[in-house]
Structures are given as C-alpha cells and as structure tokens.
DNA sequence: TTGAAAGCGGTACCAT
DNA sequence: ATGGTACCGCTTTCAA
C-alpha cells in the first residue's frame, strides 16, 4: 500500500506477483519488451487493485507539473472569468490542470503568489498584473529562473515575453468613430485610471477619432477616474453633463458606461436622443439594461485560449521566438444606446 | 544546479561549501543541532545562489501537495466565481493552492476533472455537482480512495462528507412571505430544473409561505423552466402572463427575474405596481436594473471560505464527524421590484 | 525478456 | 554538532 490511503505502488504490484519492480513497470508503460502474458498479468492485477501512478512521484522523476498557473488580478469579474474559462480549456485538453492566482489588486499578493509558484509547483505561468503593481521584479525573476510566461491585458512591456492583448487603441477608436457617425458632435470620454494601460490605449485611440475629423478636444470633458466603480462613474458624469453641454460619451468600460447612462437619466435627459453612450466589453448586464448599450466586444475566452496556447508551446519549446505580440480584435456591438439615426420619433 | 534550470539544490550546497547534505538540510530549516557559524553560512549561500525548496521532492517526500481542487459547474457565473474566490482566499491563508476544475455542466468533464484529481495531485476536493449528473460513483471513488471531500450548493446527499449549502427551503418561503405582506394575493413561482435540488428547495418554500396563508396553490402559475437561461424565462413568463392574473411573482434566480420584468414591461405592464417581482441570488445586475431587484442573497464567498475550511480541517484530521451540514443563511434585500406599499403614487 | 540499482530532491533516523 | 544512508514512487540505464 502506498501512502494515499488505500492506494497502491508499483512497488505492491510487484511483492504481490513476485516480479520484479522494472517488468511491473514496463508492462504498465506498455513497453514491448515484455512477455505478453506477464503484461496482462500485471495489468490486470493493477486494475483489479486499481493502480493509479502517483502524480507526486512522477512529476519528481520528469520535472514535469502539467499545472499551469494564472495570476489575475479579479476574479468576480467577467472578463477575467471569461479568461480563466478560455484558458482552462485549452488547458484542459492538453492535459494540464491550471493553478488561481488571484491578487485581488494587491500588489502583496501578486508577488506572494509568483513567489509560491517559482518552486517547481507549475511549468509556466499565465499572468495580468493588478492596477497597483509597479515594480516587476518578480516577473523578472520568473523569467530569470526560465519558467515560461506570459502575459495578457495588462502586460510588462519591458519583458521579453509573449504577450496576448487586446487591440484597446483601435477599439476605441471604432467606438468614438461609432458615436461620430451618429451625429454626435462633443463626445466626452470617462475612463479609468490613466495609468493602466488599456485604459490609456482606450483614451488615445478616442483622440485619433476626434482629431481625424476636425473635433476640438475638450479636456474639460475628458474624465480619467481613479477607479471604474459604478459610484465614482455616477458622481464624474453628473458633474460633467451639469458643466458641460455633451451629446455622446465614450466611456472605457461597460460599468462606467451603466453609470453613465443612470447619472444622465437622473438628470432627466435621454439616452441616445440626448446623449449617445458607447461602452466598453461586452458585459452581460448591456444586454439586458434599457437601453441596451453599444459597446465594444472583449473576447476574454479567446484571450485565455490564445494565452494558454502560447503558454504550452513555449514549455514545449523553451527556444522560441519569446517577443511574440497576440493581438485578439475588437468589434463594435451596436444596440440601443447609441442608434440616433435609426431612432423611432 | 537542478533541474529547473537555474536552479539550485541542497546538494549543490553541500558540494560547493564540503558540508554534508544532511547539515545543510538542517541548516536550511533551522535545526538547532546546527552551530550557528554553520548554519549562517549555509543560509548565506542558500541565499546568494537563490536556493528555492523543490514542491515536487517535498511532496513526494512528505505525501502534501497544499493544493485543493475544486470542482465547480461553471465559472463565468456570478456565484460561483465569488465561491471560488472565498475558498481560494480561506486557501490562501492557510498556506494552499487552488485547482480549477469547471465541469461547464457536463458530467463527463465533471469525471475527467475527478479521475484526474485522485492521483495523489491534490490534498482534497471542494465540489458542487453539475445540473446534469445523475450518476456519483467518480464522487465515491474519491471518498473510497481516502481524499477528503467537502460538497457544496448542490451536494450527494447520500455521501457521508461535510456538505456547505444555503437554507433553500427558507430563503425561498421569506422571499414569498414577503411578496404577501406587500399584499399579493395571486403569487407565481418561476425557477429551473425542479430536479435541482436547490431549485426545489426554494419552490418548497413558495408553497409552505402559501399555504400558510391560506392562499390558493394554482398549478397553472408554476413553472419549472428546462434551464434558467433568460429566453426561456422571457418566453415562459409571456404565456404566464398571458393566461394568468397574477399580482406577484416569485423567481428562483435573478436572471429569470429579470427576463420576467422584461416580459411584463413588454406587455405594458408595470413593476411593481401591477406584478411585484422577487428573485433570487442577489446578482449585480439587480442592483442597476431598473427597477432595482428585491432578491434573496446568496453570499457566495461565505460559502467557499466555510468549505475550504470544513476541507482543511479535514485533511488534517481525517477522524472528524464527517457528516457535518453546514447551512448558510440567506436574507432578504428589499428594493425597487417588490416595494407596493412604500410607492409613491 | 527480466532484474538490480541509481537517481530525481528532499527529510529523518542512526551513528559518530 | 555533523555525517551516512535509507526512503518517498517511479523511470531508466546497464547487465544478465
């Protein structure tokens, strides 16, 4: 008996048939080089005292986890369960298990989780960093120790890694792009933190949209909030339709975007015929709210899938073209909050 | 040098200092058959050549993985990601790891996640079954093989392990109690698969509150959706609507809660001033929708923190009372959906 | 075709 | 205080 209670090794196989530990061995790996009849012999013998090889043992002996493992930096949030989803998946059928790693947008617990990974537990690792990480050493040292990695969404430029993004500038370019050719003339941007980059990309592919055709940027109506919680999109937007006369929002995410379209309705303007509202991800919620919002897709299974691919490849392959760049596009979803042209009155 | 590449191990040490393995072992843990100088020097050294303990030698070496898998239907799921993410940070603290092993509400993955967990990968298994499983025997191999296991949500009720779970039954009966002190008389229950055993628990409760007071129980106004997706629930409450006078309804999830509202604006009706409306889950969307959803709550993260403990406690001490029933209460969020007395006209 | 033994990277018992 | 060695469960080389 080995030592998960009630299991058996190699080892009892062998006591219990008399042969020895290397036939036992061989006839489970199938290696031709034993008789058939003691092959089937040991084999049934294993099944019958339903022999499962210890994945401690083995991973000991190969170097090998087959466990993958991602760092994000939310987990009750729908794009990065999306990922997750994605990435598991593809992990899952080329038989690797996936190891969380949430950080809950602490700097402390992303490095405490790429500490406790660096041990051997996995063969690579899948990461976002959180809003709060600034210093990168751990990953640097992820990549010094040669334990494959790659990033997604918010990514270390600096490292020389694959990287699976989103193409956030041009996405927001289509959104304010979107809202120009329904008519509308002073498009406001709400946004998150300035300082991560999507949200950043997301913001400079707005002004590409303005400048191209000729719109003057006004950056009393340009919002970088310091989260993108629902309240803090409530309050800025308030306080940008009391002082500003705007007739579209480009806001950076879909959560912002809800908060918008609630300040707007509480001030009792309508949205699109007052204001036109674009978002930013797909989430669920737009499809059900009235009206349904406009925004712009964010394949985050894809995302993962494509993470989890390049992951594996280079754990097979530790030589290849590190630097890769993934860029997963983004389409314009056009509903209700944003259609003017085709509106009924 | 080991086999991670760059990395070192306790041999290295001992090789490049001329101390034998075993003192540099001890050293390293802080043995005090150690001397000082010794040990201060080994440490030193450890340190200078980032020397990392190998997971997969102590594992092997000690029979702990400090990994737990969980098992969950889906991941892309308001509730669950927020069990996911209480068991997780309960883990966390205590010094494990997490696998993820969604089922995606198919038994077979549900199977391949089981098999593949009980090969001494993990130290134990926090699982909710999915909709779809009808056969546990991947469940009872486990609890033969020894692996702690702890079910949460929807549980085996005929396996002996500590199972987390919310009080259904009630949760259900205060969400319609309440719909009758608003002054419903004509109450419509609306939920998932009634072979779910959660779903049944809250229709249970429908029918006790009901009954209670006396109120008629009209089979014509139950409906027990083939899934909660919200066409179906759209579509369903159409017909109820349709064919029933009803004043209030009950819905076992949040999601069918709101394609019902969807269904009544849609024929012009109004909430809740013509149907009051209570759902159930306490989902984000509830909170933003208009009305704003009176819902039951159903804290997610509570119920994967108490079953990575019940877990925990069990990997340690596997001699505990095993059929534990820990039972989670749910409370009533009172908002915009269900308030007929306190409206303004 | 079969078996003995070394080794993966640690720990811990038994000597010294 | 320090070192030799067996062992965890399995694979693999070498020998027979």
Redesign the interface.
Known sequence: MG?????VTIKDIAKKTGISITTVSRALSNNPHVRKETRELIQSIARKY?Y??????L??KT?R?N?IGIVVPQ????FF??V??GA?RYA?DNQY??????SNDSYE?EV?HME?L????VDGIIACISNETRDYSHFTRCV????PLVFFDCVVEALDVPKVVLDDFNAGYQAVKHLIDQGCKRIAYIGGPEHVSVNYQRYLGYKKALTEVGHPLNYQTIVHCPTDH?DHGESYTQNLIQAENIDGIFAATDVLA?AAI?AIKAKGLKVPDDIAVVGFSNW??GK???PTLTTMSQPGAKIGGKAAQALIQLINDPDENHSRRIIVESDLLVRQSSTRLTRSR
């Open positions: 030592t998960r209670k009630g299991s339903n499962v090889p210890s994945y401690r043992a991973s000991l170097n986890t466990t987990l009750t949030h729908e369960s999306k997750i989803r598991e899952q298990k996936v190891i969380l790693c949430p617990r405490a406790r660096l041990n051997g537990r010094e120790q040669d334990v629902r809800i609630r669920t919620i059900v709210y009235e």
